[in-house]
């Protein structure tokens, strides 16, 4: 799994500075609940499901966009920190569905639990059918019951951090500087995992903004 801030993310106009505020934190704050309220609201509303598909086709193409930048800067365990992890996700399983897939299966095998279950991927996964997982999870925040596609992207990764950290484990006496990024990048899923999993139950209490 790439890291994940290192893909070029597009950097706001300066128009669109201008109306959020570019040096008010607190209202790129306002606009960036106001804004994954009202995407996810809009989304939602449309029962046919052509909006959830056109943004999940989009965003799997051309990245995060101007809206989304503000989301990065949201306190993790709200909804729109909580939508930022979900597009971070979907980025990288994209960027590089192969080492996903390694991470991935790797984790299967050594995580005793029940979150490979959980996310639902098939056993073993292909790099295509985690492509396709994480699509099915992103568009299930937008048509389903956005709490259970948070639990099934937190329990993904769950599977991926346990993936990172055996195979840092393989890496460290020959590679330590590889290893050294897989921890890293097994810390930050893990911690991703624990925020979309407190957002998905304050999504059940109404109390995630």
Same mark, same amino acid.
């Given at each position: 799994?790439?890291?994940?801030?290192?893909?070029?993310?597009?950097?706001?106009?300066?128009?669109?500075?201008?109306?959020? *505020?570019?040096?008010?934190?607190?209202?790129?704050?306002?606009?960036?609940?106001?804004?994954?309220?009202?995407?996810? &609201?809009?989304?939602?509303?449309?029962?046919?499901?052509?909006?959830?598909?056109?943004?999940?086709?989009? #965003?799997?193409?051309?990245?995060?966009?101007?809206?989304?930048?503000?989301?990065?800067?949201?306190?993790?365990?709200? /909804?729109?920190?909580?939508?930022?992890?979900?597009?971070?996700? %979907? /980025?990288?399983?994209?960027?590089?569905?192969? &080492?996903?897939?390694?991470?991935?299966?790797?984790?299967?095998?050594? /995580?005793?639990?029940?979150?490979?279950?959980?996310?639902?991927?098939?056993?073993?996964?292909?790099?295509?059918?985690?492509?396709?997982?994480?699509?099915?999870? /992103?568009?299930?925040?937008?048509? *389903?019951?956005?709490?259970?596609?948070?639990?099934?992207?937190?329990?993904?990764?769950?599977? %991926?951090?346990?993936?990172? #950290?055996?195979?840092?484990?393989?890496?460290?006496? &020959?590679?330590?500087?590889?290893?050294?990024?897989?921890? &890293?990048?097994?810390?930050?899923?893990? *911690?991703? *995992?624990?925020?979309?999993?407190?957002?998905?139950?304050?999504?059940? %209490?109404?109390?995630?903004?």
């Amino acid at each position: 799994m790439p890291e994940q801030h290192r893909r070029p993310i597009r950097r706001p106009s300066s128009a669109f500075d201008n109306i959020v *505020g570019a040096h008010d934190p607190a209202e790129e704050t306002r606009v960036a609940h106001a804004t994954a309220s009202a995407l996810l &609201t809009r989304v939602r509303a449309d029962e046919s499901g052509a909006s959830a598909e056109r943004l999940v086709a989009f #965003t799997a193409e051309h990245g995060i966009d101007d809206i989304a930048e503000l989301w990065s800067k949201a306190p993790s365990r709200t /909804l729109p920190g909580a939508l930022w992890r979900l597009y971070l996700l %979907q /980025l990288a399983i994209h960027g590089d569905p192969h &080492t996903a897939a390694l991470l991935y299966e790797r984790g299967r095998v050594e /995580l005793h639990s029940a979150d490979a279950a959980i996310a639902g991927a098939p056993v073993p996964a292909d790099p295509d059918e985690l492509v396709a997982l994480i699509d099915t999870i /992103l568009r299930g925040a937008f048509r *389903g019951d956005f709490a259970v596609a948070l639990d099934r992207a937190a329990a993904f990764c769950r599977v %991926q951090a346990s993936g990172a #950290t055996h195979t840092a484990d393989d890496y460290e006496p &020959t590679e330590p500087e590889r290893a050294s990024e897989l921890t &890293t990048r097994a810390l930050r899923l893990n *911690g991703y *995992g624990q925020d979309l999993s407190a957002a998905a139950v304050l999504w059940r %209490q109404d109390s995630l903004i």
